[in-house]
Nanobody, 127 residues
Framework: QVQLVESGGGLVQAGDSLRLSCAAS????????MGWFRQAPGKEREFVAA????????FYADSVKGRFTISRDNAKNTVYLQMNSLKPEDTAVYYC????????????????????WGQGTQVTVSS
């Protein structure tokens, strides 16, 4: 089992930055691919970003590419999502997820391939 706890959400204005953190505990974190997803009210949960077990491979949704950066610190069992140039359309509950695999390759955006989920943290961007 892997337990995930997100933090760092909040209310910001358009153009501001936020950094989300996801602290993992339980089974070995350093062998898990990690992802960030988000869900806006009335919408499906969507993929945001993912990082492989070692941190040297990342993948982003087109909507956040160039603005968001995913990273991890395996010594701290933590994955981060740095969000810059935030837009109102980024408003959502952000979820951290862990896969039992080291990387999901072309399937990295598929939420059903992630085995563990956090409870989510709200990000609200006002215009």
């Amino acid at each position: 089992q892997v337990q995930l706890v997100e933090s760092g959400g909040g209310l910001v204005q358009a153009g501001d930055s936020l950094r989300l953190s996801c602290a993992a505990s339980g089974r070995t974190f350093s062998t898990n691919a990690m992802g960030w997803f988000r869900q806006a009210p009335g919408k499906e949960r969507e993929f945001v970003a993912a990082i492989n077990w070692s941190g040297d491979t990342t993948f982003y949704a087109d909507s956040v590419k160039g603005r968001f950066t995913i990273s991890r610190d395996n010594a701290k069992n933590t994955v981060y999502l740095q969000m810059n140039s935030l837009k109102p359309e980024d408003t959502a509950v952000y979820y951290c997820a862990a896969s039992q695999r080291r990387w999901l390759y072309s399937q990295v955006t598929k939420n059903y391939l992630y085995d563990y989920w956090g409870q989510g943290t709200q990000v609200t961007v006002s215009s």
